[in-house]
Each structure stands twice: as C-alpha cells, then as structure tokens.
C-alpha cells in the first residue's frame, strides 16, 4: 500500500497543464485532492479526471491574488477531508517584458501571484500540516538559471523569492516535521505551448538545448515526480531546489 494512501492535497492553478499533473499522479496513490484555480469549468473537468483514477477531489473558486480566496480554499479543504497534508504552490501570473516595457502593474501581480500567495498559503497551511507531518512543493523556473536574461527578469525576480521563502520555510519549519521543496519544471502546459507560438525561434533553440531532448510530460514526468517527493520514502528531503528539465539548468 503507498505511504500517501488517504492523504489529502491542495493544489493551486490545478485546473490544467502541471498543477492537473500533479493531481493525477497523486490521485493513483489514493490521495484526495483540492483543485484552486479561477476557472470553475476547468476545476470541474480536473475534479472528474482525479474521480476517475479512483480518489476523491474537491474544485474551488480561487484567486490567488486575493487573500480571502486562499483562506477560503484552506477552510474548505478542511471541512471536505478533514485533514491536509500536502500543499502544492503552482499558479502564478507571469511577467515578462524587457526592463522598460515591464509596468508596475505586471511587475506587482507577478508578486501577488507568485511569493505573496506563497507565502499566505504556506501559513495558513502550517498548523495542518504540522498535525500531519506534511509536504510543501513549490513551483520555481529554471528562468532564475537563463544564460541570457533579456526579457526575463520581472519572471525571475519573482521566483528567485519564492525559492528563498521555500528554503526559509524548510529551515524553521523542519522541527515541525514539515518538508518543504522547489522544482523548476519543464512541462507541456497550456502556458509553454502558447510561448512557444509566439517565440517560435527561441523555442527551437531552448528545446535543443535540452540534454534528454524533451518537454516534460505534465503527469508522467513532473507529477510522478512530486508524487516520489512526497512519499514517505523521501522523507529526508528538505529544503531543495530540484530541475526537471531534461538536464538543461545547473542548479549549483
């Protein structure tokens, strides 16, 4: 029987591409999952993938931008499951813009989405999962590892935080029992596949630059993987900024 049997999960921005991986690859170890994102017909399409693999799911309403929306979506969660025990922190509004076209506006939801969700979630999450002993995923980018940084700075400055929350998170929250990781995916979400129609030519160039030549596939590559994070297994995993990318970025 799998160590995650009966567990519960709350996913941000799971109502396509990798927070939908994740779901998937959770739900066929028997955990229960709680879908956030701001499209309900989306959150509904999930919720039915996840029934069919066997587990139960729960779709919420959710702007991460607006703090009672995250309150909100943790109560619910309780109140559905009765417990929580993972937390996956996946969507994010993505700034991208040269330095003088980058508006304080786009810079500001980018934080909003990004670190500040983050950082809510995280505490409003951490007395549940410390009566569990639970998992805290991040999503990062490996755009904090770009050669050439020209157009993705605001993109980076905004994961560059979280990152560092993740690792500050691990550290005070480790004697609770809680781990907290990073991951810096690749995946075949909506959002890359709409990138790389508009920046065709970079596109060519960033997936040969891929050692294992690949996008990542969002349940079999990305979920799997945070699936295998989460086990008991892993259970002295913390505080780690981990590259899913095929071999592209050097962390360091």
């Known amino acids: 029987m799998s160590s995650l049997k ?6 941000t921005g799971g109502g396509q ?13 028997g955990v229960n999952v709680a879908l956030l994102g701001r499209t309900m017909e989306k959150l509904e399409s ?3 993938a996840v029934s069919e693999r066997g587990s139960r799911a729960l779709a919420v309403a959710c702007d991460v931008t607006v703090d009672a929306d ?24 993505v700034p991208l813009a040269p330095i003088n076209a980058l508006t304080d506006e786009a810079f500001e939801d980018g934080f909003k989405s990004g670190p500040l969700a983050v950082l809510r979630m995280m505490k409003y999450c951490y007395p549940h999962l410390k009566a569990e002993g639970g998992n805290i995923v991040n999503l990062l980018s490996s755009v904090m590892k ?32 809680i781990r907290v990781n990073g991951i810096m995916p690749h995946a075949k979400s909506p959002a890359l596949a709409n990138w790389i129609n508009t920046n065709p030519e970079e596109a060519e160039a960033f997936q040969a630059s891929i050692p294992l030549r690949r996008v ?29 990318d095929g071999g592209q970025a050097f962390v360091g």
């Open 70 to 93: 995250l309150r909100t979506g943790v109560d619910a969660t309780i109140e559905e499951f009765g417990r929580l025990d993972i937390l996956v922190n996946n969507a994010q509004l």
């Open 146 to 177: 770009r050669w050439d940084m020209s157009g993705y700075g605001g993109y980076a400055a905004v994961k560059s935080a979280i990152q560092q929350l993740t690792r500050a998170a691990a550290c005070e929250w480790g004697p609770d029992g």
């Open 6 to 11: 009966g567990k519960t999960a709350l996913i």
């Open 46 to 48: 999930s919720c039915a």
């Open 17 to 29: 591409g990798v927070g939908l991986g994740i779901a998937l690859a959770l739900a066929n170890e």
């Open 216 to 244: 990542g596939e969002c349940e079999e590559d990305i979920g799997a993987f945070v699936m295998l994070m989460c086990r008991e297994e892993s259970r002295y995993l913390s505080g780690q900024t981990i590259a899913l």
